[in-house]
Nanobody
């Protein structure tokens, strides 16, 4: 059974940084695209970033492009999201997801399994 466990969330001041991790078990992610999504209170879940199976291609939401970096370590079955220059509007629960294919996609329906999420709170 596929399990994705996110970690690294927390409370940070605006302008600060956090690094999220997503560890997969019960499967290998080396042939799958991976993604990060987030959901703020009262809002729908939205795409943040994605990476293809090899790490050679990435895809970012406009709101985080240039501030966030997605990466992966297939040997560790883990995906990361480095978040810099954080803003209060980045406050949300962040979810990791494993793609149905190999590409770096951005639509929720292109992802097969999801983690439980990790809370990120950015204070002003």
């Amino acid at each position: 059974q596929v399990q994705l466990v996110e970690s690294g969330g927390g409370l940070v001041q605006a302008g600060g940084s956090l690094r999220l991790s997503c560890a997969a078990s019960g499967c290998t992610i080396r042939t799958n695209g991976m993604g990060w999504f987030r959901q703020a209170p009262g809002k729908e879940r939205e795409f943040v970033a994605a990476i293809n199976w090899s790490g050679g291609r990435t895809n970012y939401a406009d709101s985080v492009n240039g501030r966030f970096t997605i990466s992966r370590d297939n040997a560790k079955n883990t995906v990361y999201l480095q978040m810099n220059s954080l803003k209060p509007e980045d406050t949300a629960v962040y979810y990791c997801a494993i793609g149905k294919g190999t590409a770096a996609l951005s639509v929720s329906s292109d992802f097969a399994s999801w983690g439980q999420g990790t809370q990120v709170t950015v204070s002003s």
